[in-house]
């Protein structure tokens, strides 16, 4: 079954420190996977997107990390800021069917 | 801002109202969509528009009617809905059906 599971589903952190967010899916066969971050009540942006080949892709201070072995990705954010507060989605498509399957995102508040 | 634009950004009816939302893009896209997104649920896609043709329906129930006059334009009409209706209604664009989806600021729909 075609499934993305994120963890944890909230995350409260302080300003400046790190965290990491995971995602482990079952969708086969695998396309692509894209992070999206989400303000509260905005439609979702898109943060990288990988492909079986890539293992680590970044965008400021977002890495997203694939092993297509185990089905796992996982996106560190580095020096949090009040901005990062935000719902974070990942999505997988199946390459078979070209759905995209959407986690339920994991909800990050970042305090001062 | 995504290029994508959704109106209106709040909308709250009766159950027996009929009211239409509407997704207007300028980027050039070839492909649009409609998305339902509920509280801790994951995003659901509704319908998939590709060079204006309705290409899928994700058995979405009778009370919601997409139409898509052009390439530019997306609507959806909504007529006698349910109070499980209430939700963030995204729209989303992309070149094709392959490449990365840009999505609007979405409109909050309460009925009651």
């Known amino acids: 079954k075609n499934q993305v599971e994120q963890s944890p589903q909230s995350l409260i952190i302080l300003e400046g420190k790190n965290c990491t967010l995971q995602c482990n899916y079952t969708v086969s066969p695998f396309s692509n996977l894209r992070w999206y971050k989400q303000d509260t009540g905005r439609g979702p942006v898109s943060l990288t997107i990988m492909t079986f080949s890539e293992n680590t892709k970044s965008n400021g201070r977002y890495t997203a990390t694939l092993d297509a072995d185990t089905k796992q990705s996982s996106l560190h954010i580095t020096a949090s800021q009040l901005s990062d507060s935000a719902s974070y989605i990942c999505v997988v498509r199946n390459s078979g069917t070209y759905k995209y399957i959407f986690g339920t995102g994991t909800r990050l508040k970042v305090l001062a | 801002e995504t290029g994508v634009t959704q109106t209106p950004r709040h909308l709250v009816m009766g159950m027996t109202n009929k009211k239409s939302l509407k997704c207007e893009q300028h980027?050039?896209?070839?492909?649009m969509y409609w998305y339902k997104q509920s509280a801790k649920k994951p995003l659901e896609l509704m319908f998939v528009y590709n060079f204006k043709e309705q290409t899928e329906n994700n058995s979405v129930p009778s009370r919601f009617s997409p139409e898509c006059p052009n390439s530019s334009h997306l609507f959806l009409h909504l007529h006698t809905l349910q109070p499980e209706d209430s939700a963030l209604y995204l729209c989303?664009?992309?070149?094709?059906?392959?490449?990365?989806?840009?999505f609007g600021q979405g409109t909050r729909l309460t009925v009651v």
């Open positions: 980027l050039g896209h070839n492909a």
């Open positions: 989303a664009s992309s070149r094709d059906r392959d490449t990365e989806a840009f």
